[in-house]
């Protein structure tokens, strides 16, 4: 490739979605074959790596046609996807920590990797073996699922008809005696009188296997017991497509523990039953993608799988009918997972919908929490019942009003507050703000709301004095008006805008006097006095007119959420806006696009033109 295109020239090519061409790697000085995955703009786009699996964002000025010699060479690198794992909680997105886990240990690595089935399409279903830290070989799927970044998935295994089924049931460890009454358990309850071993080749087959189906049919998993207090931790397994929230209690997690062990040790499967016609609640024996054991229940039949619940988790899996046994397991011990709904939520529609419950996966899944459990039954998981329900008598307010810009034409004094990139900013008109009709000065501290009462600077000031006074945030909604703290340590009005993180909680906000953004802790959330609400977002999202990115760009460091344009280009624009006064005029465009001009004739972007920063947009 570097003969072909090492001398070669730029050549101006509409790029679309799927073109194939040749990309200049600028770093490695290396042409690489690419695939076109998205037109960003005019001059950026998104190319697929396809020798090597990356994504570049790149400027079109990097990429040539490719010949049509190295098209019918087979791409280098084979698209692989793991077996056996599923995103954890039941989501079908798979989450930033398990992609960066995944990142860490594979990229660069080399790794011992085993295909599953090759039909020729992809991507791959394949088994990666390779080193951890310490330099034992793992099983990336397995250690996934350890860490409990991903939920175990039930493939098909290959199994042998002809082996003979062994289930030897042998309890060797101790009673669980805490968890409930000596009355009902006792260690001779759990042992046994005699093993029972069936196989599908000896003529007594059909008796063993009744044995076994009696002691299926004569009873199932007893439900979980209800902890006799009022506060206790516990560890959330996963929530359910219906909101359902599984936990396990905390005290309880070593004794979950020595009952798995005891399962692995004990119980061993080999080769299949004879088809058996499962019924919807029947309790089972599954086992896992892990390979491990688990007790089950059957939730629902059809097409020759099954959907299990693991009783002592709360997950729940379509799986192989072949992949469960009709047995039940140390049935006189409770199983583990407590189902619970959150106190006082209701889902909008009374139907809980996917996002909500991906939320409440990202938010609970995998972490200790604070369990208040009420009388009649219902669980209220209080850590993060502020985040989902406003509390009783917390204010439901409007979103605010905006301001609308002069007809197009006129020519009106404006201040930039924020840019989010050189052709798009946050302005306010200074003319409404103070409510005069000549030049003011474009300083914060001159621009207010002119009402028949206060300003809004004066409330504010109020506000600020007394912010100890206002109740915090209780209400987490989309577009939820509020006061947030500024880095200044002063409080400005806000509006919610989605939840950052999780664990500590942080909220993304919007400054709606300014249009700048902030992610903040709850504690520097407060609820807005209603009388706030009557002053309109004085901040203006508007787009400028008479420029664009520059077709021929060759600065490598771009705005990593607008890569069409450079970072050099967005310090030139703060350069040409901080400090000035300014006007714009407004255009015939139906969304709010405006000329900025320094002076009365002067247009801003002009400067930015001249350092080669942005093309004239005619």
Same mark, same amino acid.
């Given at each position: 490739?570097?003969?072909?295109?090492?001398?070669?020239?730029?050549?101006?090519?509409?790029?679309?979605?799927?073109?194939?061409?040749?990309?200049?790697?600028?770093?490695?000085?290396?042409?690489?074959?690419?695939?076109?995955?998205?037109?960003?703009?005019?001059?950026?786009?998104?190319?697929?790596?396809?020798?090597?699996?990356?994504?570049?964002?790149?400027?079109?000025?990097?990429?040539?046609?490719?010949?049509?010699?190295?098209?019918?060479?087979?791409?280098?690198?084979?698209?692989?996807?793991?077996?056996?794992?599923?995103?954890?909680?039941?989501?079908?997105?798979?989450?930033?920590?398990?992609?960066?886990?995944?990142?860490?240990?594979?990229?660069?690595?080399?790794?011992?990797?085993?295909?599953?089935?090759?039909?020729?399409?992809?991507?791959?279903?394949?088994?990666?073996?390779?080193?951890?830290?310490?330099?034992?070989?793992?099983?990336?799927?397995?250690?996934?699922?350890?860490?409990?970044?991903?939920?175990?998935?039930?493939?098909?295994?290959?199994?042998?008809?002809?082996? %003979?089924?062994?289930?030897?049931?042998?309890?060797?460890?101790?009673?669980?005696?805490?968890?409930?009454?000596?009355?009902?358990?006792?260690?001779?309850?759990?042992?046994?009188?005699?093993?029972?071993?069936?196989?599908?080749?000896? %003529?007594?087959?059909?008796?063993?296997?009744?044995?076994?189906?009696?002691?299926?049919?004569?009873?199932?998993?007893?439900?979980?017991?209800?902890?006799?207090?009022?506060?206790?931790?516990?560890?959330?397994?996963?929530?359910?497509?219906?909101?359902?929230?599984?936990?396990?209690?905390?005290?309880?997690?070593?004794?979950?523990?020595?009952?798995?062990?005891?399962?692995?040790?004990?119980?061993?499967?080999?080769?299949?039953?004879?088809?058996?016609?499962?019924?919807?609640?029947?309790?089972?024996?599954?086992?896992?993608?892990?390979?491990?054991?688990?007790?089950?229940?059957?939730?629902?039949?059809?097409?020759?799988?099954?959907?299990?619940?693991?009783?002592?988790?709360?997950?729940?899996?379509?799986?192989?009918?072949?992949?469960?046994?009709?047995?039940?397991?140390?049935?006189?011990?409770?199983?583990?997972?407590?189902?619970?709904?959150?106190?006082?939520?209701?889902?909008?529609?009374?139907?809980?919908?996917?996002?909500?419950?991906?939320?409440?996966?990202?938010?609970?899944?995998?972490?200790?929490?604070?369990?208040?459990?009420?009388?009649?039954?219902?669980?209220?998981?209080?850590?993060?019942?502020?985040?989902?329900?406003?509390?009783?008598?917390?204010?439901?307010?409007?979103?605010?009003?905006?301001?609308?810009?002069?007809?197009?034409?006129?020519?009106? %004094?404006?201040?930039?507050?924020?840019?989010?990139?050189?052709?798009?900013?946050?302005?306010?008109?200074?003319?409404?703000?103070?409510?005069?009709?000549?030049?003011?000065?474009?300083?914060?501290?001159?621009?207010?709301?002119?009402?028949?009462?206060?300003?809004?600077?004066?409330?504010?000031?109020?506000?600020?004095?007394?912010?100890?006074?206002?109740?915090?945030?209780?209400?987490?909604?989309?577009?939820?008006?509020?006061?947030?703290?500024?880095?200044?340590?002063?409080?400005?009005?806000?509006?919610?805008?989605?939840?950052?993180?999780?664990?500590?909680?942080?909220?993304?906000?919007?400054?709606?006097?300014?249009?700048?953004?902030?992610?903040?802790?709850?504690?520097?959330?407060?609820?807005?006095?209603?009388?706030?609400?009557?002053? %309109?977002?004085?901040?203006?999202?508007?787009?400028?007119?008479?420029?664009?990115?520059?077709?021929?760009?060759?600065?490598?460091?771009?705005?990593?959420?607008?890569?069409?344009?450079?970072?050099?280009?967005?310090?030139?624009?703060?350069?040409?806006?901080?400090?000035?006064?300014?006007?714009?005029?407004?255009?015939?465009?139906?969304?709010?696009?405006?000329?900025?001009?320094?002076?009365?004739?002067?247009?801003?972007?002009?400067?930015?033109?001249?350092?080669?920063?942005?093309?004239?947009?005619?």
């Amino acid at each position: 490739m570097a003969a072909i295109y090492e001398n070669s020239k730029f050549e101006q090519v509409k790029w679309e979605s799927d073109m194939y061409c040749a990309i200049h790697i600028r770093d490695l000085n290396q042409w690489q074959r690419g695939k076109i995955s998205r037109v960003i703009s005019e001059t950026t786009v998104e190319v697929v790596l396809y020798d090597f699996g990356t994504k570049e964002i790149v400027n079109i000025i990097c990429l040539r046609k490719l010949d049509e010699k190295l098209k019918p060479i087979r791409t280098l690198a084979l698209a692989c996807s793991l077996v056996d794992i599923r995103p954890a909680g039941g989501s079908k997105q798979w989450t930033a920590t398990a992609c960066d886990c995944i990142s860490y240990y594979l990229t660069g690595a080399v790794a011992n990797i085993i295909i599953q089935e090759n039909d020729g399409s992809e991507p791959l279903p394949v088994k990666i073996f390779c080193n951890d830290e310490a330099g034992q070989l793992i099983d990336i799927s397995e250690y996934l699922v350890k860490k409990g970044l991903n939920s175990p998935f039930i493939n098909n295994y290959d199994a042998d008809p002809e082996k %003979p089924l062994e289930v030897p049931l042998k309890q060797e460890s101790p009673c669980l005696n805490e968890l409930i009454p000596e009355t009902e358990c006792t260690p001779q309850c759990l042992v046994p009188e005699k093993q029972v071993t069936l196989s599908v080749n000896e %003529p007594k087959e059909h008796d063993s296997k009744k044995l076994v189906l009696k002691s299926r049919m004569d009873g199932a998993y007893k439900p979980p017991i209800i902890p006799d207090m009022k506060e206790l931790k516990a560890i959330i397994n996963c929530v359910g497509d219906d909101g359902t929230v599984y936990m396990v209690p905390k005290s309880l997690e070593n004794e979950l523990n020595k009952l798995m062990t005891d399962i692995q040790n004990n119980f061993k499967c080999l080769g299949l039953l004879e088809p058996y016609c499962w019924k919807k609640e029947d309790a089972c024996v599954v086992r896992g993608s892990d390979t491990m054991w688990y007790r089950g229940k059957v939730t629902e039949i059809g097409g020759g799988t099954v959907r299990v619940l693991y009783v002592d988790y709360g997950y729940i899996e379509k799986i192989p009918e072949c992949h469960l046994y009709p047995v039940v397991l140390y049935a006189d011990i409770p199983t583990f997972c407590i189902p619970c709904q959150l106190y006082k939520i209701v889902p909008v529609g009374n139907f809980w919908q996917q996002d909500a419950v991906e939320l409440l996966q990202e938010l609970l899944t995998k972490r200790v929490v604070e369990i208040h459990l009420l009388y009649f039954g219902k669980k209220e998981l209080s850590r993060w019942q502020e985040l989902l329900l406003s509390e009783a008598g917390a204010p439901v307010l409007p979103p605010y009003t905006m301001l609308t810009l002069p007809i197009p034409g006129e020519l009106f %004094p404006v201040s930039v507050k924020h840019l989010v990139s050189p052709n798009k900013v946050y302005v306010i008109n200074v003319c409404l703000i103070t409510g005069l009709n000549q030049q003011s000065d474009t300083e914060d501290n001159d621009v207010s709301w002119d009402l028949e009462s206060e300003s809004l600077d004066q409330v504010l000031k109020h506000c600020n004095q007394n912010v100890e006074s206002l109740p915090f945030l209780t209400d987490f909604r989309p577009e939820m008006p509020c006061l947030a703290e500024y880095n200044d340590g002063l409080w400005y009005r806000a509006k919610l805008l989605s939840v950052k993180e999780f664990d500590p909680v942080n909220i993304l906000v919007k400054f709606v006097d300014y249009g700048s953004t902030g992610k903040l802790p709850t504690s520097r959330l407060r609820q807005i006095p209603s009388h706030l609400m009557q002053y %309109p977002a004085q901040a203006v999202k508007v787009l400028l007119a008479g420029f664009k990115p520059p077709l021929y760009d060759t600065e490598k460091k771009r705005i990593p959420y607008c890569p069409e344009w450079s970072m050099q280009a967005l310090w030139a624009m703060i350069d040409c806006l901080q400090g000035k006064k300014l006007y714009a005029s407004t255009t015939q465009s139906p969304e709010h696009t405006v000329f900025l001009y320094e002076d009365e004739q002067c247009l801003v972007h002009m400067k930015l033109v001249e350092m080669g920063l942005a093309d004239l947009d005619q």
